[in-house]
């Protein structure tokens, strides 16, 4: 297949380099095209207040790879419209893997991994995002700057990335064009050979505040919690499966937005 790969982890990212082979060694053909920085908890927003630049990149892909300061949905909006040659038109937009989880309904629309893939579905294509489950102290590590990823969390992005490449097929053939549908697999960690793909629904979570006390400049800062989960019992949920070590399927159908 002929795939668009973007992230909102910055086109520098290990995660992504690992999706980027493990599609490439599997026979696809890739184009990259993702932010020049991390871009993440922007969802689908778009750089409307501002010029954004895009410039050739040579990121070791062996693909034409494109870096972009902008957003996800920038970076397959540009892709599409003015970046990609004329010779390669995608037939899927795939996007990720990305640092950490997108599971629930806290996290699914403020994620720019899946939002990138979102504007692949608005263009009429089937749209694939991955994620990476991680434990707070992997993440808090692979966030610190100069750090390298440890050997537990590169041997799970390994078969994270495998899978992602195994399932990219049969999850774009079965998504009709125009469909506005958007796959979101989340892998657990650590992710295995023999992790089983369940089908899930997003996780119910009540979220409070996400941002500190004013300091004494009248700012507040981000602090990151992971919320109540007030999930039923069924049907699974993607939070639930990853807990049982299992991949988490779930189908983002855009379609179904305000009905019954």
């Not at 082979?21 to 993702?34: M, N, P, Q």
């Not at 100069?146 to 992005?157: D, F, G, Q, W």
């Not at 300091?215 to 049982?244: I, K």
Request: charged share 15%; hydrophobic share 45%.
């Amino acid at each position: 297949m002929r795939l668009l790969l973007t992230n909102d982890d910055g086109l520098d990212s290990v995660f992504l380099h690992a999706l980027a082979r493990a599609l490439a060694t599997a026979g696809h053909e890739l184009a990259v095209v993702a932010p020049a920085s991390e871009q993440s908890w922007i969802g689908a927003a778009k750089s409307r207040h501002r010029p954004v630049a895009s410039a050739v990149a040579d990121a070791g892909l062996g693909c034409p790879t494109w870096r972009v300061d902008g957003t996800p949905s920038d970076c397959v909006n540009i892709a599409l419209a003015h970046l990609l040659p004329r010779d390669f038109r995608p037939e899927a937009v795939v996007s990720g893997i990305n640092i950490g989880r997108n599971a629930s309904l806290c996290f699914i629309p403020a994620s720019g991994t899946i939002g990138g893939a979102w504007e692949g579905a608005l263009h009429g294509l089937p749209a694939v995002a991955f994620s990476q489950d991680l434990t707070a102290e992997a993440y808090a590590a692979i966030k610190t700057p100069a750090s390298e990823p440890a050997a537990p969390v590169l041997a799970s992005l390994r078969e994270a990335a495998a899978h992602a490449a195994r399932l990219v097929p049969g999850l774009v053939g079965a998504t009709a064009p125009r469909s506005f549908v958007v796959h979101s697999v989340n892998f657990p960690f650590p992710c295995r050979a023999d992790a089983a793909v369940r089908r899930t629904v997003p996780a119910r979570i009540v979220m409070g505040g996400l941002f500190s006390p004013a300091a004494d400049d009248g700012t507040h800062r981000f602090v990151f919690q992971q919320g109540e989960d007030v999930s039923p019992p069924a049907p699974l949920t993607d939070r639930a499966a990853l807990a049982d070590g299992d991949i988490s399927h779930t189908v983002l159908d855009y379609t179904r937005l305000g009905m019954a």
